[in-house]
């Protein structure tokens, strides 16, 4: 199972305060037991939201926002791609992160949906077509 673990955004984050070089140092480290036991995939801190957008969809019509946007505690501020066999599994190594931010946080856990939870949907022409796509993201990479 692939999870995505969301590093819930802070005032902090949003304003821009860049972590320590404690900070980074403990992150690293983490990153390193979760590289060295297979478990991440991948991972990246994320700019505030002023310096993003979002956009909206409205049937063919399309949005743009531009950020900052309000609720913070819904905003993220980086996240990692893990593969582990259980949810329960991914929970234990949260729990063992450093806290990612100077004060209070929250680190939030999502399992990535699968081909297979997808059903009679997924056809064989789809499936194909994902291992397409695939191969060209892993070429290009």
């Known amino acids: 199972m692939k999870f995505l673990i969301m590093v819930k955004a802070t005032k902090d984050s949003e304003a821009g305060v860049m972590p320590s070089e404690e900070m980074l140092a403990e992150m690293g480290k983490f990153n390193e037991e979760l ?7 991948s991972g990246e801190g994320l700019h505030p939201s002023s310096k993003g957008v979002r956009v909206g969809f409205s049937g063919s019509k399309r949005s743009v926002i ?5 609720t913070t505690s ?68």
């Open 66 to 70: 531009k950020g900052p946007f309000s």
């Open 35 to 41: 590289a060295n036991a297979g478990v991440l995939l």
């Open 74 to 141: 819904e905003l993220v501020a980086g996240f990692w791609i893990w593969q582990l066999p259980s949810i329960e599994q991914a929970i234990e190594w949260v729990k063992r992160c450093p806290n990612p931010m100077p004060g209070d946080s929250e680190i939030e856990i999502r399992q990535l949906f699968d081909s297979e939870d997808f059903g009679e949907a997924y056809t064989p022409e789809l499936r194909e077509q994902e291992a397409r796509v695939r191969k060209i993201v892993e070429d290009k990479n």
